[in-house]
């Protein structure tokens, strides 16, 4: 197993404590098991160092606790737009809600959502809003808030899951190429949160996902984001494309989902780099939203490793 993490301090000179400001990269070759099947025992124990690591060491439990309140409702915001092959996998999402109920947190309080239901089922999850079990929704099913939420440059009505019920929330991305933003990794994923997300794709996404990310429902409830690299993709993205998707065999874990997304997006570009493709900037699409997050008008992390 191979582990290794990245440190700044924050654009300003304001230094934010060392655990938010910490990229950890955890991968091991043993996570995979045949071509796009995975061993839940060794994504859990990459989940587990992953977090030692990002806290300082520490049991994953007491992580989990210091995290989160057994009186926590806990959105975990998955991306399935790809269907099966890269999607939000499975075993990374288990893992995550048998940490969380280490923390005394309820099944009935851990909702799985995304912006579809058919994207869920696509991606192999079972939509469920069964009484004293995990639940498992799209916002096609939830509903979006009434009102419409005007912030920045964004007019938008936003899931119930977020507006109304989480007091938390954990954002499960995958690490990928996307071909309008340049990537899509844990900011650009809470596109998935509102109605109108094509309405924003102009200019490479830039500012309209950090105006996003920058609203205290989501700035304010995000606890931790976990980027699914089990599988990433170089070219090609949003939908799975084989041809450019690559087995990273790891997992990206920060509570700074600027920084994640920095160190994302250069892994991408050395992969580009590697098979002979041009960079993102070259091709028109770089992705700009992540510089102008850190920016001192939205403050919400580091983009500066």
Same mark, same amino acid.
């Given at each position: 197993?191979?582990?290794?993490?990245?440190?700044?301090? *924050?654009?300003?000179?304001?230094?934010?404590?060392?655990?938010?400001?910490?990229?950890?990269?955890?991968?091991?070759?043993?996570?995979?098991?045949?071509?796009?099947?995975? @061993?839940?025992?060794?994504?859990? !124990?990459?989940?587990?160092?992953?977090?030692?690591?990002?806290?300082?060491?520490?049991?994953?439990? &007491?992580?989990?606790?210091?995290?989160?309140?057994?009186?926590?409702?806990?959105?975990? %915001?998955? #991306?399935?737009?790809?269907?099966?092959?890269?999607?939000?996998? !499975?075993?990374?999402?288990?893992?995550?809600?048998?940490?969380?109920?280490? *923390?005394?947190?309820?099944?009935?309080?851990?909702?799985?959502?995304?912006?579809?239901?058919?994207?869920?089922?696509?991606?192999?999850?079972?939509?469920?809003?069964?009484?004293?079990?995990?639940?498992?929704?799209? #916002?096609?099913?939830?509903?979006?808030?009434? @009102?419409?939420?005007?912030?920045?440059?964004?007019?938008?009505?936003? &899931?119930?899951?977020?507006?109304?019920?989480?007091?938390?929330?954990? #954002?499960?991305?995958?690490?990928?190429?996307?071909?309008?933003?340049?990537? &899509?990794?844990?900011?650009?994923?809470?596109?998935?949160?509102?109605?109108?997300?094509? %309405?924003?794709?102009?200019?490479?996404? $830039?500012?309209?996902?950090?105006?996003?990310?920058?609203?205290?429902?989501?700035?304010?409830?995000?606890?931790?984001?976990?980027?699914?690299?089990?599988?990433?993709?170089?070219?090609?993205?949003?939908?799975?494309?084989?041809?450019?998707?690559?087995?990273? #065999?790891?997992?990206?874990?920060?509570? $700074?989902?600027?920084?994640?997304?920095?160190?994302?997006?250069?892994?991408?570009? %050395?992969?580009? !780099?590697? *098979?002979?493709?041009?960079?993102?900037?070259?091709?028109?699409?770089?992705? %700009?939203?992540?510089?102008?997050?850190?920016?001192?008008?939205?403050?919400?992390?580091?983009?500066?490793?």
């Amino acid at each position: 197993m191979f582990s290794k993490w990245l440190t700044s301090a *924050a654009a300003g000179g304001c230094a934010p404590s060392l655990s938010r400001a910490r990229v950890v990269i955890v991968q091991s070759d043993s996570v995979r098991t045949t071509k796009n099947r995975f @061993d839940a025992k060794v994504v859990e !124990k990459v989940l587990d160092e992953g977090l030692r690591a990002l806290f300082h060491g520490g049991t994953s439990t &007491s992580i989990w606790r210091q995290l989160f309140s057994s009186e926590d409702v806990v959105a975990i %915001k998955l #991306n399935c737009i790809a269907g099966r092959g890269l999607s939000s996998n !499975k075993e990374v999402v288990r893992a995550i809600v048998s940490g969380l109920r280490s *923390a005394g947190v309820k099944s009935e309080n851990i909702i799985l959502f995304d912006r579809m239901g058919q994207d869920l089922r696509r991606a192999g999850y079972r939509i469920s809003t069964v009484r004293g079990q995990v639940r498992c929704v799209g #916002n096609d099913r939830i509903g979006y808030s009434r @009102d419409l939420l005007m912030h920045k440059s964004i007019g938008s009505m936003v &899931s119930r899951v977020v507006s109304e019920y989480a007091t938390a929330i954990i #954002n499960v991305p995958v690490l990928k190429d996307h071909g309008i933003a340049g990537v &899509s990794i844990g900011m650009k994923n809470f596109f998935g949160v509102i109605h109108n997300p094509n %309405k924003y794709h102009i200019n490479a996404c $830039d500012p309209y996902v950090a105006d996003l990310c920058s609203h205290p429902w989501i700035k304010d409830k995000l606890r931790l984001t976990i980027c699914d690299a089990l599988t990433a993709q170089f070219e090609g993205g949003p939908p799975y494309m084989p041809q450019w998707a690559w087995p990273f #065999n790891g997992l990206l874990i920060s509570q $700074d989902m600027v920084a994640l997304d920095y160190v994302g997006w250069q892994i991408i570009e %050395k992969k580009r !780099k590697q *098979a002979g493709l041009k960079s993102l900037r070259e091709v028109g699409r770089e992705p %700009k939203y992540i510089l102008t997050a850190a920016d001192q008008d939205h403050r919400l992390g580091v983009a500066d490793l």
